[in-house]
């Protein structure tokens, strides 16, 4: 199989999250993700004893549909915060309890 016949395989949920910005207008955003396997899951959490951020970067970017890899970044690159918001919600998703995805931000 290629990377394209898999990629038209995956299905994606669109993920979205709104907040007051700095300017006080509401922002939103949305990107669609696929559900991460559980080689992307274990990698994150491999990764988080070095850099949280850096895990949870990974693991958006790998579950992200390629065509929202730029939002994607745009978004993280304005507002930091949805990094994280993004990534407990992929992790809650899999299985992960918000007690879990919480004591992992703290490695």
Do not use: W
């Not at 993920?15 to 006080?24: C, H, I, N, Q, V």
């Not at 970067?57 to 890899?69: E, G, I, K, M, T």
């Not at 407990?88 to 931000?105: C, I, P, Q």
């Amino acid at each position: 199989m290629t990377k394209e016949n898999f990629e038209e395989n995956k299905q994606y949920r669109t993920l979205a999250t709104e907040f007051r910005g700095f300017d006080s207008d509401t922002v939103r955003v949305e990107v669609r993700f696929t559900r991460p396997s559980a080689m992307m899951c274990d990698r994150m959490m491999k990764e988080m004893t070095k850099s949280s951020s850096k895990a949870f970067r990974n693991l958006l970017f790998s579950a992200v549909h390629p065509d929202d890899r730029g939002a994607l970044d745009s978004a993280i690159e304005q507002y930091p915060g949805v990094l994280i918001t993004f990534g407990n919600e992929l992790l809650e998703r899999s299985g992960f309890s918000a007690e879990v995805v919480d004591k992992l931000g703290k490695l």
